[in-house]
């Protein structure tokens, strides 16, 4: 298949850019179907602004070196006393991790 420039318009400036043969042979050997829409200068100034909008979406890793709070409670089952790393509220039952998992083991059961 022999590929010749094309001119195309660019969607957000309105101004004209060659579509090369050389583009066109890579967009045709990655299976790019469709022909690019904006010019090189709008795509870079695009792929920028998408790059630091995932930036600010990303979620920043908490600091290694923070301590993990834990509280002491009672287990609503079997009475043992045991730590959670979260604040208890005391509108729901707290449970130890071996009568949680034996709780989560009996919900699964029922489905």
Do not use: H, I, W
Not at 6 to 27: H, I, N, P, S, W
């Amino acid at each position: 298949m022999s590929f010749a420039d094309k001119t195309l318009t660019c969607r957000d400036c309105g101004m004209d850019f060659v579509f090369t043969a050389g583009e066109q042979e890579f967009y045709a050997a990655k299976g790019f179907v469709n022909e690019p829409v904006r010019c090189p200068a709008c795509r870079k100034a695009r792929k920028s602004q998408m790059s630091e909008a995932s930036e600010r979406r990303r979620p920043t890793a908490a600091p290694a070196n923070r301590e993990r709070v834990t509280y002491r409670v009672t287990c609503a089952s079997c009475g043992q006393e045991t730590t959670v790393p979260f604040v208890p509220r005391g509108t729901k039952p707290v449970y130890c991790s071996s009568c949680f998992s034996k709780m989560r083991g009996n919900q699964r059961s029922l489905f």
